[in-house]
């Protein structure tokens, strides 16, 4: 079980900020429009259901049959290929982040890869008195020396997070074979349903998924695969994450979040998120500084201090001096990474 001290541990409890608590800012009460959506090979996006549907690829971890989804790539004509998001800084794991990527190969459109999460375990989450930290937290999907998201295939980094292992029946109720994330699976259509979270992007409601984190307790919050191999490196680009915010933030989606309750079909609506502020969206002059690994940085208000909901990083900025970092320690990087590929925004362009 993993216990959580907020101040011995400020910075695992504190990433923990990337909750999927609910209250989506003003839910979109339909299905996003095909040009608010910016993953290409999303399938359909539904901000009210909680919820996006993507294309499910069938590969290998040595005998094993896993299952997984692509969202990015370091290349252009792979990601235009392949339907993702062109994000030329993955590039730079290779070197900047050796543990970050493993090798892999393609044969007829199916990754091998080196090892597969382990979905067996048990998430648990349970709120402290005050909601967060919790009292318990603990992930259900573990990863192995082995296993990353992001594999290196030819000249691409690709983000290709599995999602599933072994032929099925799939458990989309406890998890055992599937991520906590998944609400649905059709191994004949090659679809899989998976859990949005909301936040904000330069102002802008936008939506995104969590797949992966490199600290226990944020991946019990966010009901990722918990990679400890994803080291925070300096030049990922950061996500503020609110600790104490009343309307926003990991104090607030663990009091409302229904952070406890296994992710379904018949609940995804009710599974919100903390409403945390991305530094880049892979939209307009802007876009190559997109990257779907985030630097977690932690923001709590100051006693005392008027609170608002922030919607972007200037906005983070400008009220620096009502804000601390967990403790009272300088606002940074608290020592983690999640990662977190874009699907598309609700209202204008970021």
Do not use: E, S
């Given at each position: 079980m993993f216990k959580f001290d907020f101040m011995r541990h400020a910075g695992t409890a504190l990433i923990a900020a990337f909750a999927i608590i609910g209250c989506a800012a003003g839910a979109q009460a339909a299905p996003l429009p095909a040009n608010h959506i910016v993953l290409p090979s999303a399938i359909s996006v539904d901000p009210s259901a909680g919820t996006v549907v993507l294309p499910l690829h069938r590969g290998t971890a040595g005998s094993q049959t896993v299952w997984y989804i692509v969202t990015d790539s370091s290349n252009a004509a792979d990601a235009r290929k392949r339907g993702a998001i062109f994000a030329p800084l993955l590039a730079g794991l290779r070197t900047g982040c050796s543990a970050c990527v493993r090798s892999a190969t393609e044969h007829a459109g199916s990754i091998a890869f080196q090892g597969a999460p382990d979905f067996t375990p048990a998430r648990v989450f349970r709120p402290g008195p005050t909601g967060f930290p919790p009292a318990a937290a603990s992930p259900g999907a573990l990863a192995g020396a082995q296993y990353t998201p992001f594999v290196a295939l030819g000249s691409a980094v690709v983000n290709a997070p599995i999602v599933a292992t072994?032929?099925?029946?799939?458990?989309?109720?406890?998890?055992?074979?599937?991520?906590?994330?998944?609400?649905?699976?059709?191994?004949?259509?090659?679809?899989?349903?998976?859990?949005?979270?909301?936040?904000f992007a330069n102002g802008k409601r936008v939506v995104y998924i969590s797949t992966d984190a490199s600290d226990p307790g944020a991946s019990a919050i966010e009901r990722a695969t918990y990679v400890p191999g994803l080291k925070a490196q300096g030049g990922f680009i950061p996500i503020d994450v609110v600790a104490n915010g009343s309307h926003q933030g990991l104090a607030f989606v663990a009091l409302h979040g229904n952070l406890a309750a296994q992710a379904t079909a018949n609940n995804a609506a009710t599974l919100g998120s903390s409403l945390n502020v991305l530094s880049a969206f892979p939209t307009g002059a802007a876009a190559s500084a997109y990257s779907p690994l985030w630097n977690v940085v932690v923001v709590a208000w100051k006693p005392g201090a008027k609170q608002s909901v922030l919607t972007s990083t200037a906005a983070v900025a400008a009220h620096g001096a009502d804000l601390t970092g967990p403790g009272g320690k300088p606002i940074g990087p608290v020592g983690f990474v999640v990662n977190c590929p874009v699907v598309g925004y609700l209202d204008s362009t970021p």
């Open positions: 072994g032929d099925g029946p799939f458990d989309v109720v406890t998890h055992r074979n599937t991520q906590d994330r998944v609400v649905a699976i059709d191994t004949a259509k090659r679809t899989v349903t998976l859990l949005l979270v909301n936040g």
